[in-house]
């Protein structure tokens, strides 16, 4: 079974700073509609800011204890925000500690009881599903800097249950499920352009690729599936730039060789400075199945219409179709840009359209 993802021009991932679940539903169904494919529930509240909200709970979970933290000014607030990063605590083995509940699917389920009154009021138009954007088991683990091949396997399987729960709460044929994996791509990133340890980068990229295989190889075909690769921005720009999209393209490759099941799109950010051959370059050598659909994350609001087209030129010469999408989720926007950034992804995905007609 197939799903109609790939005849969707735009991808919203996730984030979005307003209000409520139903502000996001009404802002996106009446700025971009079936331009669609998915609409997330913008994650607002405490998830705006990815899985820190997460984060902070485990700060008093048992068997865990903070090795360091990390601060950074958190656009979303205005002041600093901290990352804590983990150890197992003295006496603990990783099989004592008990992951659970994560929340993702408790989530999920509430927004989509939004989602279907906003679909029935005229807000949504028919036919786009309800995305759940989830963070992978191996982002999680790599929190754990000395800890993190111990404490993967339980944090697979807590995953794994909230996946079932979304299942079980959401309609196959209403469901896209999205994978973000911001921490596995900033951290192979570094350690390629370190360029002291390559066996390091080849080891975390197949341990991230396996166990996001892992987690999409049960999910029903009915339901649509992407994967959100990212360089993470907690304080608005990119922890680390990326050379170019080499690691994207061998992420997604890898990804589709051990994946079991049809993956219906991928999304690749596209640092707004990069208009250049270079940072393209790679996508010559990605080889999608004609099911899965390519975003790339071009558009942003500094530029406008006019830098969108002009990096989707460039990235033309190199991959013949795909999608358009804001370079990452829009949670360290400013609320009031949000209605502005909407509308900017509808004119980019028609502009586009038109340029190739």
Known sequence: MTTDIETRPVLLLGSVPLQSAGDVFEQAGSRLGSLLGAVPDGETGERLAFILWLM????????????????????????????????????????????????????????????????????????????????????????????????????????????????????????????DAPGEVMAIERIRQEGAHPGAAAELLELATASLARMIAPIPDSVAVGVHLCYGDPDGHHVIEPNDSSLMVDFTTRLIELVERRVDYVHMPVPIERDDNAYFA??????????????????HLEDGVEGAGRRA?????????????????????????????????????????????
């Open 282 to 299: 790679p996508l010559d050598d990605l080889e999608l199945p004609a099911e899965t659909m390519l975003y790339l994350g071009l558009v």
């Open 56 to 179: 902070d709970r485990w700060r008093t979970k048992p068997g865990l204890a903070i090795v360091e933290e990390m601060t950074f000014h958190d656009p979303t607030t205005g002041g600093p925000r901290t990352v804590p990063f983990f150890g197992l605590a003295p006496g603990f083995g990783a099989d004592q500690v008990d992951w659970s509940p994560m929340g993702y699917a408790d989530f999920a389920v509430r927004s989509y009881a939004e989602f279907t009154e906003a679909r029935a009021a005229g807000a949504l138009p028919a036919g786009v599903r309800f995305q759940v954007a989830l963070p992978t088991p191996a982002g999680f683990a790599l929190l754990f800097p000395h800890d993190r091949d111990a404490v993967l396997p339980g944090i697979e399987r807590e995953m794994a249950s909230e996946v079932a729960k979304v299942l079980a709460g959401i309609p196959d044929h209403d469901l896209t499920i999205q994978w």
């Open 313 to 357: 030129q460039t990235a033309i010469k190199h991959v013949p179709r795909f999608g358009i999408a804001a370079e990452c989720g829009l949670g360290r926007e400013r609320p009031g840009d949000v209605s502005a950034l909407l509308e900017l992804h509808r004119e980019v995905a028609e502009a586009e359209f038109a340029a190739r007609a």
